[in-house]
Each structure stands twice: as C-alpha cells, then as structure tokens.
C-alpha cells in the first residue's frame, strides 16, 4: 500500500509543479511589469515588441501561462483581427515548443514512468489510428490545458504536421473570444488588474463577466459536441476491426 502510495504521488509532483507555476510567475513583479512593458510597445506598433511576444508566447506556453492571457494581449494590442492574425499563430508555434519538450521528456527516466499510465496508453493508441481527427477533438474538448496536451502528445506518434493542423482547428474558436475580450479592455493594466480598485472597477467587472459568460457558453457546447465525437472515435479506434484493442485499466 505505501509503495502505491508513492508510485501515485511520484507521478503526481510533475503535473503539480506544472500547474503551480503559471501562477507562482504570475505573483512576480518583474514578470507582470514584463508583461505590462510588452503589451503597451505591442499597442504603440513596435516591430521587435511582436517578435517578443511570440516568443513570449512560446515560453508562456510551456510553463502554462493562461492561454486567456497570451492571447488577450494581442487583442489589446492590435484589436479583433489583428490579434487574431497575430495569437493564433504564435499559439500554434507554442505548441510545438510544447511538443518537442514533450519528445525530449518522453526519453527521460520520467517520461517513461508518465507514459506507462492507461490514460497515456488509452491516447497514444488512439492518436495512432486516427491522430489528426483525434488531436482535433482533444483540442476542442476540455480534456486538460492545451500546453499539458501539447507535452502528452509530443510523447505519443503523433507527427508534427498533425499537430499544427489541429491547433490551428482546433483552438480558433477559443483564441477568438480571448482576443476579442482582450480587444475591449483600455489599458495594459486591465489586463492583469494590478490593483483591487481596478480589478473591481464596473467595466472591468462587465468585461470580465461578460466574456466568462460567453466563453463559458460557447466553449461549452462546442466542448460538449467534442467529447461526444471524442468517445465515439476512441470506440472505433480501440475495437478489433480498427487494429486496436480495448486497454486495460
């Protein structure tokens, strides 16, 4: 019983940490004037403040900022379409950092331990029948955070191209309501309310209900249609006549 206690709990501390710190960093003053700095030369039409912020993007990706955040900066910064043009790419670029990290890690003494978990063989299997229709929908759904997805998948067979595509698909419909309420906010400072008198303000508080409440909504239904295609597809993948075979528990 303790030995499984502490197999759980050694295959639990990474996820932990990797949870913990988007919000650890985001407590730092010099990581939030970063941001800060960042988000107001991207909204004067700086050329090298774009090239920061998809690198930024890249690394906030990886250690899990909130995708909220670094997408809702190109929307201040640049408004509804433009932002778009901007987040959506530089998303899909986080991800394959994402994605090779997640390579790197699956050769590790940890990745093998993390990749001998059911739920990992469960998605490799399937991402080995159908990879390109099945990282969509994992996309879409509300399985897991899209940079933990992004370092699962890296583990599995899945090809790079596979990956790109479904994130482009895949996270268009969040990316674009994130970038839309980053459009409406009017300074910087919204953006991570560094202060309670202006995170409480009434806009603010508008804003940011207004924009929980659709993408609640929205994300919902489309999450709801995702992972109702997701379990049938994983129904296909994993009987006989598809080459697979249900994994045990």
């Known amino acids: 019983m303790g030995r499984d206690r502490l197999r759980i709990l050694a295959r639990a501390w990474p996820a932990a940490v990797m949870l913990i ?16 700095d960042l988000a107001d030369r991207m909204h004067q039409g700086q050329p090298i403040a ?20 670094l997408s809702g900066l190109a929307g201040y910064a640049y408004g509804p379409v433009k932002g778009l043009c901007a987040a959506l790419p530089s998303a899909t670029l986080g991800a394959c950092c994402s994605f090779g990290l997640g390579r790197l890690l699956a ?46 998948l890296g583990a599995t067979a899945l090809p790079l191209r596979h990956l790109v595509i479904s994130m482009l698909v895949g996270l268009l419909p969040a990316t674009v309501i994130h970038v839309y309420v980053g459009s409406l906010v009017r300074s910087a400072l919204e953006l991570l309310a560094t202060n309670r008198a202006e995170a409480l303000s009434p806009r603010n508080i508008a ?18 249609m995702a992972k109702r295609a997701l379990a049938r597809a994983i129904a296909q993948s994993t009987t006989p006549e598809h080459g697979g075979a249900p994994l045990a528990p």
């Open 21 to 36: 710190a988007p919000w650890v960093a985001l407590q730092a003053p010099f990581v939030r004037a970063a941001i800060v």
């Open 50 to 69: 774009l090239l920061q912020y998809v690198l930024g993007y890249c690394l906030g990706a990886m250690i899990l900022l909130p995708k909220a955040l």
């Open 107 to 152: 050769k590790t003494s940890l990745g093998r331990m993390l990749t001998e978990t059911p739920r990992f063989r469960l998605v490799d299997t399937v991402v080995r029948t159908d990879g390109l229709r099945i990282s969509i929908l994992l996309r879409l759904a509300p399985v897991m955070p899209q940079p933990l997805l992004s370092l699962l």
């Open 207 to 224: 804003i940011g209900v207004g924009g929980l409440v659709l993408t609640a909504v929205f994300l919902w239904l489309i999450g709801q």
